[in-house]
Nanobody, 122 residues
Framework: QVQLVESGGGLVQPGGSLRLSCAAS????????IGWFRQAPGKERERVSC????????SYADSVKDRFTISRDNDKNTVDLQMVNLKPEDTAVYYC???????????????WGQGTQVTVSS
């Protein structure tokens, strides 16, 4: 079973940056499409970005486009999410998930990490 672990969350001021990392044990992440999701209190979990396992195609939610960048580090077996110009509305628990393709449907992802908190506040 794929086990995913997120890291890199924290408290940052508006306009600041964070880099989240999704690591896997025992499995190579390149076999999977990896999505980054977030869930704010009282809201549905939403996909913010994804990188496919075929061709490395990336996709982003409109709310994060031009601010977030997803990438693979195959040497480290991680998928990272670089976030810049963070806004208070980016505050949420961020999760990475592995699936067979980059779909927006949460339940189509088979494996999930435990999440990492991102708080954007002054």
């Amino acid at each position: 079973q794929v086990q995913l672990v997120e890291s890199g969350g924290g408290l940052v001021q508006p306009g600041g940056s964070l880099r989240l990392s999704c690591a896997a044990s025992r499995w190579t992440l390149t076999y999977y499409s990896i999505g980054w999701f977030r869930q704010a209190p009282g809201k549905e979990r939403e996909r913010v970005s994804c990188i496919s396992n075929v061709g490395g195609k990336t996709s982003y939610a409109d709310s994060v486009k031009d601010r977030f960048t997803i990438s693979r580090d195959n040497d480290k077996n991680t998928v990272d999410l670089q976030m810049v110009n963070l806004k208070p509305e980016d505050t949420a628990v961020y999760y990475c998930a592995a699936g067979t393709s980059c779909v927006e449907i949460v339940t189509d992802y088979n494996y999930w990490g435990q999440g990492t908190q991102v708080t954007v506040s002054s």
